[in-house]
């Protein structure tokens, strides 16, 4: 019996990515009081290619013949422990945020340019792990509509990513972020 295949009902990988959703969801209850936030509108953009770009990732789809290749059992599992690597990584980051944490673009009480922790490897961990986690899913997934989802889940973190920059910069000051940007990669380590 396959874990992964799709007539069995239980998908491993399914199972990390829900209950990754679930906690973050639901730990959003210990985020800081908003100070500030972007004109409403302006984060539509990311919101709308994100989301389009997770519901293609997963390819719900009968995995017939458009299935580009099937990984092993092992290859599998090893996809669903990249996915757990990616999301830990994300949760690091949010834990070392605390408070500052914000599902959206917005600037909390007592916000301030953080660089320790995974903000010193990249600017946006967050992002980072969960694309991780999407990379490992298009991988296991092997179809073009999961790759193309990944694609996707890229461009809108990567947009969100930009807005979130303009926004902290106007806020913070453009000399301090600016120092952070130079130094520290945006979504890939030393990129």
């Known amino acids: 019996m396959d874990p992964f295949d799709p007539q069995v009902g239980h998908d491993p990988l399914l199972s990390v990515w829900a209950i990754w959703a679930l906690s973050w969801f639901i730990a959003a209850i210990w985020s800081g009081r908003t100070q500030a936030r972007p004109m409403v509108g302006s984060q539509v953009l990311y919101r709308v290619v994100t989301f389009g770009g997770a519901i293609m990732l997963f390819d719900f789809r009968d995995w017939g013949p458009e299935r580009l290749w099937r990984l092993s059992d092992a290859g599998e599992w090893a996809m669903v422990a990249l996915a757990v690597l990616g999301f830990a990584f994300c949760w690091w980051a949010r834990l070392h945020l605390g408070r500052l944490w914000s599902g959206s673009v917005t600037r909390k009480e007592g916000h301030r340019i953080v660089d320790t922790g995974p903000y010193r ?58 120092a952070y940007a130079k130094r520290t990669g945006m979504l890939v380590p030393f990129l």
């Open 121 to 178: 490897l990249v600017r946006h961990p967050i992002y980072t792990g969960l694309l991780v986690a999407a990379l490992a899913t298009a991988i296991e997934r092997g179809t073009p509509v999961s790759f193309a989802g990944f694609c996707l889940m890229v461009l809108g973190c990567w947009i969100k990513a930009r807005l979130e920059e303009r926004f902290l910069r106007s806020e913070l000051g453009a000399e301090p972020y600016d």
